[in-house]
């Protein structure tokens, strides 16, 4: 993922310098020499795409799911589409359009500091 500059209120700002990266780890590891990925976290990423994403950021600066398959959302066609409908987050968010999601998330996420 490109574009990338911080991280405001859960949101990842589009910046000017394109040669900023994010990385994201994908849950997997190696088996007989061969990259083996965990099968419910959405495949490989779209480059260029846009997406909602739950992470936690690793020691090393990169960027791990924080909740697997309800922790990633592809915006397409302005609406957000989970990788599985099924789970109570992803419930809430499948289907609804970007802004409507995004704007949710920042709410739940005000609502959370606010407790602390």
């Given at each position: 993922?490109?574009?990338?500059?911080?991280?405001?209120?859960?949101?990842?700002?589009?910046?000017?310098?394109?040669?900023?990266?994010?990385?994201?780890?994908?849950?997997?590891?190696?088996?007989?020499?061969?990259?083996?990925?965990?099968?419910?976290?959405?495949?490989?990423?779209?480059?260029?795409?846009?997406?909602?994403?739950?992470?936690?950021?690793?020691?090393?600066?990169?960027?791990?799911?924080?909740v697997n398959?309800?922790?990633?959302?592809?915006?397409?066609?302005?609406?957000?589409?989970?990788?599985?409908?099924?789970?109570?987050?992803?419930?809430?968010?499948?289907?609804?359009?970007?802004?409507?999601?995004?704007?949710?998330?920042?709410?739940?996420?005000?609502?959370?500091?606010?407790?602390?």
């Amino acid at each position: 993922m490109s574009g990338v500059s911080e991280m405001t209120a859960g949101r990842l700002a589009q910046s000017e310098d394109a040669s900023d990266t994010l990385t994201v780890e994908r849950v997997g590891g190696s088996a007989d020499g061969e990259s083996v990925y965990f099968d419910g976290d959405g495949g490989e990423f779209e480059p260029g795409g846009s997406y909602l994403l739950f992470l936690n950021r690793q020691d090393d600066g990169s960027f791990l799911y924080q909740v697997n398959d309800e922790g990633r959302y592809h915006v397409e066609g302005g609406r957000l589409k989970a990788v599985r409908a099924d789970g109570r987050v992803a419930a809430t968010l499948h289907g609804r359009p970007d802004s409507e999601g995004f704007a949710a998330v920042e709410q739940a996420l005000s609502l959370s500091r606010d407790r602390e």
